[in-house]
């Protein structure tokens, strides 16, 4: 049973995310890597047993070279995470992290170049 808080937020809601706002902090102020660079963490998932957290993030700039050398060290990093995770959140597990770029940025910006396209030939008519 999922407990909640007279807000009606759940647990498992609350957690994900300080995981999301912990991880966030440390990957701006605590990781020294020079492959992570200008990287946003922008979402958060863990599995029901907080087991395991995909970890969402987006970069700049966002070529292929610079995704790939952004994931290398964010993996290489992902001990250190967790260990600091660790100590941050009171949760009975500390999750293994697992990044993934997160494209929907990069969606979201393609379709909003379409509609400014369209929107142009509209006006043009």
């Not at 990287?39 to 970890?55: F, N, W």
């Amino acid at each position: 049973m999922t407990s909640h808080r007279p807000g009606g937020v759940s647990r498992s809601v609350r957690v994900t995310e300080q995981v999301h706002h912990e991880l966030a902090e440390l990957v701006r102020a605590e990781v020294k890597d020079p492959r992570v660079g200008m990287v946003t963490i922008t979402g958060v998932e863990l599995t029901p047993d907080y087991a395991y957290a995909t970890v969402y993030f987006s970069v700049l700039p966002d070529d292929e070279a610079t995704v790939a050398n952004t994931l290398t060290g964010l993996r290489h990093a992902a001990g250190f995470l967790r260990s600091q995770l660790g100590r941050r959140v009171r949760i009975h597990t500390t999750p293994e992290l697992r990044f993934v770029h997160d494209v929907s940025v990069e969606r979201g910006m393609a379709m909003s170049k379409l509609i400014d396209e369209a929107n142009k030939r509209h006006a043009d008519d």
